[in-house]
C-alpha cells in the first residue's frame, strides 16, 4: 500500500500528501483472512483499524438476545474508533467476510494523529458519534 493510494480513501481526501506521507510510518499493515474476529464486543480496543481492501460484519449483542448484524463495512471504512475516543469497552464485534486488508493505528498513534490533524478528527468522531445513535 503506498501513500499516495491513501487519497481514494475518503477520510484522507482532504489531507495533503505531504501530510500522509509524514503520517504512513505509523500506520501497520494487516492482512486477515475471511471469517476471523477483528474486535470483539466488550473487549479492551487497542486499534483504528482502515479497510483497504475487503469486507466486514459489524455485530452488536444485547443481554438476552442472539447478536444481531448492524452493519456491513468495506473498502475504505473505519471502525475502533468508539472505543479509543471514549475509553470505554468496545461496542460491537467485528468479523472479516471475505479475506481483508487493514491500515491499523495503536492506540498511542491514534491520539497523535488526531491530535495533529483536527479536520481528521473531526470526521472521526462525526462518525463515532452517528453510530451511537
Known sequence: IEPASLKAIPLFANVAL?????????FGTEHVAAGQTVIRQGAHGDKFFIIVRG????????????????????????????????HAPTTATVTTLQPTIFLTLRRDHFRRFVHRYPSMRDAIQLVASERRH
Open 18 to 26: 505531504d501530510d500522509i506521507e509524514k503520517m504512513y510510518p505509523l
Open 55 to 86: 469486507k466486514v460484519s459489524v455485530d452488536v449483542e444485547t443481554e438476552g438476545a442472539p447478536a444481531r448484524q448492524v452493519a456491513t463495512l468495506a473498502d475504505g471504512d473505519f471502525f475502533g474508533e468508539m472505543s479509543l475516543l471514549s
